[in-house]
C-alpha cells in the first residue's frame, strides 16, 4: 500500500515568494492518518494550520527529521486545531529551527499541548537515553528530536483565542469554531482575500460522552476534511464488552491494562468504568491512573468543569471531581508506577500511550502480555506501525526495549471509545454547511479511508473531493 506520494520532503514546493494568489501547501497527513501541516500563502503572508509529529511507520518518523520544506523563521504564525501529539508535536522543532510567531489556539489547547508537548520532549530525551544505553540505535549518539529546553520556549509562543474571535494575520483572518473531538478542539476557518477555506481538525462524535457537538461549518470555497475512518461506520455500541472483559479477567485473578490515550480517552473511559462499577456491573476492584500526563489532563478537564466550560455537559463529565471518594489511585511517581507491575489482586490499570508506543504502559506491557490471567483493552484507533495495531492484528509477540516479549494475555479491541466522526458523521457535518463548497480536500486518513471518503462526497454530494500528495500545492479561489 502507498502511503506517501512523493519521495522527500525535501522535494516540496511552497510556491513563490510574494505571490498575491492565495494557495494552500499539503505539508503533512497527505496519504497518511498523521502529521498535520498545511501552508496557506498569500502575499507575504505564511499561515501553518497545524504543526503535528509524524508516528507510526519508521519511514513516517523519518520525515520529522527531514528539513522543513520553508525555513521556519519565514512561517508568520501556526494555528494549532487541538492538542493531539499528530497535530502539535512538530511545533518544537519548528521554534527550535527558528520559528518566532504566535501559535494561536484555543485555552483549552494551549492547556493541553502543554502538557502533551512536555511529555513528548521527556519521552524522547528518555528514549534516546535508553537506546543510547542498549546500544540498539543507528545513530552515535542517539539524539531526541527536541529536548525539554525547546518546549518551553514553544509554549511561550502559545496565543490563546476563544471560540469565535477572530484573530488577524495580515490579510489574513482566522476564526475557531468548536470541533467536539477532546477539550479545546477547534475548526480553523482561514479567510484570505475574498476566499475561505475551512479545516476540520479531527471533528468528533456528535454523540460524544462529555463534549457538546462540532458546529455547522460555514459557507467555504474550500474544506481541509480529516478521514481517519473515513471508510468505516463505527459499530454499534456494545454496552458488554468491557464489563465482560473486566469480569472475565477478575475471575481469574488477572490484570486489566487499558492503554489509554492521556487527553480524553483517559477521561472517557475511567467515567465508563465508574459506571459500570456504580451499576454492579463489574467488580469493586480498584481502578489505577498511571500517567502522569493523563493525570495533568484529568485537571484541566476537571478544571473546566469547575469553570462551568460551555463544551462540556457538566452533569456527565461531574464524577470526574470527585476521584478519591470512588477508590481511583492516581500514580505519579515513579516507584509506585513499579509496583503495579506486582499488583496485590486483581485490579485496572489506565495507563498512556493509547497506541502503546512509549510511556509507562511500555513498561507494564512487558510485564503483563507474557502472564494469560491478564487481559490488554485497546479503545481507540491504532495507526499502522504500533504496538497497539500489531497486537489488534494478533501478534504472538511485540519488541520493546530491544526485545521480544510473547502475547499470552487476552488481546480485546473496543471501539466505543471512538471520539472522531465516522464517515457517514463526516459526510453529514459537510451537508451541514448552508453552501457546500467547491472542493473538498481529503486527508489525515489512510489512502483506503481517504479515497472512500473523497468517493462518497463526489456520489452523495456531487461536491469535487480530491486526496491531495504530499508536497502538493493548490491555488485558492
Not at 502511503?3 to 513563490?16: E, H, R
Not at 466550560?309 to 464524577?319: G, I, V
Not at 510511556?359 to 490488554?376: K, T
Amino acid at each position: 500500500m502507498a502511503i506517501l506520494q512523493t519521495s522527500v520532503a525535501g522535494d516540496i514546493d511552497p510556491g513563490p515568494a510574494g505571490s498575491k494568489r492565495p494557495a494552500m501547501t499539503f505539508l503533512g497527513a497527505s496519504g497518511t492518518v498523521t502529521g498535520s501541516r498545511f501552508l496557506v500563502s498569500s502575499g507575504s503572508d505564511r499561515l501553518l494550520v497545524d504543526a503535528g509529529l509524524y508516528q507510526g511507520l519508521r519511514e513516517l518518523r523519518r520525515l520529522n527529521w527531514a528539513p522543513f520544506p520553508v525555513a521556519p523563521a519565514d512561517l508568520d504564525a501556526v494555528v494549532l486545531t487541538h492538542a493531539h501529539l499528530d497535530h502539535t508535536g512538530y511545533l518544537p522543532r519548528l521554534v527550535s529551527d527558528g520559528f518566532a510567531g504566535e501559535a494561536v489556539c484555543t485555552p483549552g489547547t494551549a492547556a493541553l499541548t502543554a502538557i502533551v508537548l512536555r511529555d513528548s520532549a521527556h519521552l524522547q530525551e528518555e528514549d534516546a537515553r535508553i537506546a543510547n544505553q542498549g546500544g540498539w540505535s543507528r545513530h552515535d549518539p542517539a539524539l531526541p528530536l527536541y529536548t525539554a529546553a525547546d518546549v518551553e520556549r514553544t509554549l511561550e509562543r502559545l496565543h490563546p483565542v476563544a471560540f469565535g474571535e477572530p484573530w488577524t494575520l495580515g490579510g489574513m483572518d482566522v476564526t475557531l469554531q468548536r470541533a467536539g473531538h477532546i477539550l479545546g478542539s477547534a475548526v480553523a476557518v482561514v479567510d484570505v482575500r475574498g476566499e475561505r477555506v475551512v479545516f476540520s481538525g479531527d471533528l468528533g462524535r456528535p454523540s460524544h460522552p462529555i463534549l457538546r457537538p462540532a458546529a455547522r461549518p460555514p459557507a467555504a470555497s474550500a474544506m481541509v476534511l480529516e478521514s481517519t475512518y473515513g471508510d468505516r461506520r463505527h459499530p454499534p455500541v456494545d454496552a458488554e464488552a468491557l464489563a465482560d472483559t473486566v469480569r472475565s479477567t477478575v475471575d481469574r485473578g488477572g490484570v486489566v491494562l487499558i492503554p489509554a490515550f492521556a487527553v480524553d480517552r483517559t477521561e472517557l473511559v475511567l467515567l465508563e468504568l465508574l459506571r459500570l462499577r456504580s451499576a454492579g456491573l463489574i467488580p469493586q476492584v480498584p481502578i489505577f491512573v498511571d500517567s502522569p500526563m493523563a493525570l495533568a489532563a484529568l485537571d484541566v478537564y476537571r478544571a473546566a468543569l469547575s469553570a462551568h466550560s460551555d463544551e462540556l455537559d457538566l452533569k456527565r463529565a461531574a464524577p470526574l471531581k470527585d476521584l478519591d471518594r470512588l477508590d481511583v489511585h492516581r500514580i505519579r511517581d515513579a516507584a509506585a508506577s513499579e509496583a503495579l507491575n506486582r499488583p496485590k489482586g486483581p485490579c485496572i490499570i489506565i495507563s498512556a500511550s493509547g497506541m502503546a508506543t512509549g510511556g509507562r504502559v511500555v513498561h507494564h506491557l512487558l510485564r503483563q502480555l507474557p502472564d494469560a490471567r491478564n487481559s490488554v483493552v485497546l479503545t481507540g484507533y491504532q495507526a499502522q506501525g504500533t504496538r497497539g495495531r500489531q497486537l489488534v492484528e494478533g501478534a504472538r509477540a511485540v519488541k520493546m526495549h530491544g526485545r521480544y516479549v510473547p502475547v499470552r494475555a487476552e488481546v480485546v479491541a473496543i471501539s466505543d471509545f471512538s471520539v472522531h466522526a465516522d464517515a457517514d458523521e463526516l459526510i453529514a457535518w459537510v451537508a451541514s454547511a448552508p453552501e457546500l463548497p467547491q472542493t473538498v480536500y481529503v486527508v489525515h486518513g489512510e489512502p483506503t479511508a481517504s479515497h472512500a471518503l473523497a468517493d462518497r462526497i463526489q456520489d452523495e454530494l456531487g461536491v469535487l473531493a480530491v486526496v491531495p500528495r504530499l508536497g502538493e500545492r493548490v491555488l485558492l479561489g
